[in-house]
């Protein structure tokens, strides 16, 4: 089992940027496909980003492509959402989630998820 702790949320202007992190612990996270998820307020949790376990290979939702980048240093267990030209429709929870065989852009083929970290983007 392994357990999944996000951080670096926070609040900030449009056109800003912010570098979330999610550490794992329990077991390698070179063994888990890894992804981010977010929610808004009244909204279901979709599909932000997606990273193989060797971090070879990504993949994004079409709204966040070319602003968001997903990457990982297994060394250090560790999962990054660095996201750039923030916009208000941004602002959600992101959650980080882990997934035992591949990554996916569907939430039910991730087995852990952590708690969130809320993310707020002003106009």
């Known amino acids: 089992q392994v357990q999944l702790v996000e951080s670096g949320g926070g609040l900030v202007q449009a056109g800003g940027s912010l570098r979330l992190s999610c550490a794992t612990s329990g077991r390698t996270s070179s063994n888990y496909a890894m992804g981010w998820f977010r929610q808004a307020p009244g909204k279901e949790r979709g599909f932000v980003a997606g990273i193989s376990r060797s971090g070879a290979t990504t993949i994004y939702a079409d709204s966040v492509k070319g602003r968001f980048t997903i990457s990982r240093d297994n060394a250090k267990n560790t999962v990054y959402l660095q996201m750039t030209t923030l916009k208000p429709e941004d602002t959600a929870v992101y959650y980080c989630?882990?997934?035992?065989?591949?990554?996916?852009?569907?939430?039910?083929?991730?087995?852990?998820w952590g708690r969130g970290t809320q993310v707020t983007v002003s106009s």
């Open positions: 989630a882990a997934a035992t065989l591949y990554y996916s852009n569907d939430a039910n083929r991730y087995s852990y």
